[in-house]
């Protein structure tokens, strides 16, 4: 079964502070890898995304990885702001023949991260 | 506001009722995705077209739920016959399908609570 598992549920930094969050996944065959922050009650909005080549991505403060062999990856988040506060999901898109993607996304439920001032 | 827009917004029901929701992609997006999501969890893939052909169903789209893409363009999700484990945050994302595109872009989704 294709699962995203992130860790920790949750989290709470003081602001100016860097953290980490953690993904595993058991998705094949793997197409690529994504990071999502949602803020509450709106749609989910792509922060970075990976292919199996990709091993470093960064956006502005935010820093992902992706060790395709052992399946994690980590979102690193530098010098937090409180607008920073959100839940961060971990997505993996299964591959097509071809190496294409269909599309199809598998979430993880997400990490919440709290910046407090 | 050419990002994907999705409405109602809110949608308060009573059990046994049916639902509509409707999702406009962005305009030149070939592909559209619902999704789902209950509270604390992430999003569940519901359906997918490209264009107007449905490609894919998850087992989770029960019988009572069907979605249409007529034209290509927008989509609508319908629920029949709603139960209280239909409350849920339904998400729309659309993208557009070239080698090496992989990007989906989300919807602000329509919250329906079913009483």
Known sequence: ?117 | DTGVSQNPRHKITKRGQNVTFRCDPISEHNRLYWYRQTLGQGPEFLTYFQNEAQLEKSRLLSDRFSAERPKGSFSTLEIQRTEQGDSAMYLCASSLALAGNYEQYFGPGTRLTVT
């Open chain 1, 1 to 117: 079964k294709n699962q995203v598992e992130q860790s920790p549920q949750s989290l709470i930094i003081l602001e100016g502070k860097n953290c980490t969050l953690q993904c595993n996944y058991t998705v094949s065959p793997f197409s690529n890898l994504r990071w999502y922050k949602q803020d509450t009650g709106r749609g989910p909005v792509s922060l970075t995304i990976m292919t199996f080549s990709e091993n470093t991505k960064s956006n502005g403060r935010y820093t992902a990885t992706l060790d395709a062999d052992t399946k994690q990856s980590s979102l690193h988040i530098t010098a937090s702001q409180l607008s920073d506060s959100a839940s961060y999901i971990c997505v993996v898109s299964v591959g097509g023949a071809g190496g294409t993607s269909y599309g199809k996304l598998t979430f993880g439920q997400g990490t919440i991260l709290t910046v407090h001032p």
